[in-house]
C-alpha cells in the first residue's frame, strides 16, 4: 500500500494569528466577485468568536500561506445565520443541522484536493457533534459545485 502525504494541514483555528490569516483570505476570494462586500470581511466577524462557531484553516506545508478556510455553527444553542434570510424547513428546524459559511478555498494547482479536504474535516467535525444535516447557502453558480458533492437542494421547485 503506498502512502501519500498532502502537502497541507487543516486545523481548528485557535490563534488570532489563525484568525488574521482566515480574514485575510476570505476578504482576497470574495474580493474577487463582490468587492464592496469583500471590504468588511477584512476583519473577523462577530460569528467567528461565539462559542458555537469552530474555524478551519488549511494552510500549505512548504511556507505556511492559507489555503482555504471555512466557518461551522450549529443549531444546538441557536438558530442558524442562515435562518435571518430564509424558513427552513420542518425537519431541519426540528434536527441538528449545522451550516458552513465563509468557505473559501485560494486558487492554484492543489484547489481542488484542499476543498475536498476541508469538506471532509466539516463533515468529520459535523459527526463528531452527532449532527443530522449540514447546509450551505450559495450564489449561482457555486449552488453547481455543492449539488456535485451530492449536496441537496432543500428548496428544488424554487426558481432562482
Not at 481548528?12 to 462586500?37: I, N
Not at 459559511?101 to 475536498?116: D, H, I, K, L
Amino acid at each position: 500500500m503506498k502512502i501519500e502525504y498532502l502537502p497541507f494541514t487543516i486545523e481548528r483555528v485557535r490563534t488570532s494569528e489563525q484568525l488574521a490569516q482566515c480574514t485575510r483570505l476570505r476578504k482576497d476570494r470574495y474580493g474577487r466577485h463582490l468587492p464592496q462586500f469583500a471590504l468588511k470581511l477584512a476583519f473577523p466577524e462577530s460569528e467567528d468568536s461565539r462559542n458555537r462557531s469552530s474555524i478551519f484553516l488549511a494552510t500549505s506545508k512548504t511556507d505556511g500561506s492559507p489555503l482555504a478556510t471555512s466557518r461551522l455553527q450549529t443549531n444546538v444553542q441557536a438558530p442558524l445565520p442562515l435562518e435571518q434570510a430564509i424558513f427552513l424547513p420542518e425537519y431541519l428546524r426540528i434536527s441538528r443541522v449545522a451550516e458552513a459559511t465563509r468557505f473559501v478555498v485560494s486558487g492554484g494547482p492543489q484547489a481542488r484536493t484542499v476543498r475536498s479536504a476541508v469538506l471532509k474535516q466539516i463533515y468529520l467535525a459535523c459527526a463528531s457533534l452527532q449532527v443530522e444535516w449540514i447546509v450551505i447557502g450559495a450564489r449561482p453558480p457555486l449552488e453547481k459545485l455543492y449539488l456535485s458533492l451530492m449536496f441537496q437542494d432543500v428548496f428544488p421547485d424554487a426558481s432562482l
